[in-house]
């Protein structure tokens, strides 16, 4: 086979193989979706079949996005507390049903030590216990739990700005792991009560 026929016919198979790599992939993960539907696997905000099989709107959605979040004190407080409403969708709602109540708790523990006994290394601890409460006359509890989270950072050798820049990063990332686990659970939670 001369040069030439084997560049012409490598570049048609060329241009054939993202048609036969899309073709593929779609069979490869058939299988999977189907395995996870057989096992009841249902994604978490995904319509739900109404009886006559057609798609009615998700009941989480509509809690999440009637969602006040209530004031949560400190400066971390306002972070989480910011962070639930983007993630909620009600930061601007004219008529919440819910309200969200959140107590956060953070603590510090040194992890490393320098040979002067000062710490080099701060682990930081952060609880969330929340309740999700109807408003109204009588108030009722319709979810509950607790969300934990732990991240650690270094503290540089006479650089206090930077272990104060160090320290905001983790609270946020604390913060925004928080309101992902917070929201996650209140969604399941939510679900499993409505299905």
Do not use: H, K
Request: glycine letters at 8%.
């Amino acid at each position: 086979m001369s040069q030439a026929a084997s560049s012409t016919s490598s570049s048609e198979t060329e241009r054939q193989a993202p048609g036969r790599r899309r073709l593929l992939a779609l069979l490869a993960g058939a299988p999977a979706a189907l395995a996870l539907s057989g096992c009841g696997f249902r994604p978490v905000y995904a319509p739900q079949a109404a009886a006559g099989g057609a798609d009615a709107p998700a009941p989480v959605r509509a809690v999440l996005a009637s969602t006040f979040v209530a004031i949560i004190p400190e400066r971390s407080g306002q972070l989480l507390r910011r962070s639930l409403q983007q993630r909620l969708g009600a930061a601007g709602s004219a008529a919440p049903n819910y309200e969200l109540r959140v107590g956060l708790q953070l603590s510090a523990e040194p992890e490393g030590f320098r040979r002067d006994g000062t710490a080099s290394r701060l682990r930081y601890n952060a609880i969330a216990t929340w309740q999700l409460v109807t408003l109204g006359p009588e108030p009722a509890i319709r979810a509950e739990g607790t969300e934990r989270a732990f991240d650690s950072f270094n503290i540089p050798d006479n650089q206090f700005f930077a272990a104060d820049f160090s320290r905001d990063a983790t609270v946020q990332r604390l913060v925004e792991q928080l309101a992902n686990d917070l929201v996650l659970n209140l969604s399941v939670r939510l679900r499993d009560s409505t299905v």
